[in-house]
């Protein structure tokens, strides 16, 4: 019985470390695919409507700030690190990170979060 527990115990630990490592990766990584979905998922969600973003139809909002050359930028909002897990974490829920922030919580699904983040980050 003690081999058993001991074998789910290893399982169970890739798999958190496992998971830990694919958040470690930067978003922009990987196939390439995600970001390409990016434009799209920003369209969708209405990110222009507040944001200049370049290469997404419709995006020339003047609320929020440009997202031009965003991967070049130090800090996300002006208060938290630029980092592709950040960046996620921010597009679902920019409040739970700076909670007087105008930017609202859309309730963005984590792959599509990732894919927004990917392509941000691309934007040099």
Known sequence: MKCANRILWT?????????????????????????????????????????????????NGRIGPTLESFARHAYIAGEIPNHPDVLVRWIQHPSALVPDTLMPDQAVREEHARAMGAYLMKLR
């Open 11 to 59: 399982v169970a630990a890739c798999g958190v470390v496992a998971a830990a490592l694919a958040g470690c990766l930067p978003a922009g990584t990987g196939s390439g695919a995600a970001a390409a979905e990016g434009p799209l998922l920003l369209e969708q969600y209405g990110c222009g409507s507040c944001h200049v973003i370049p290469g997404v139809r419709r995006a």
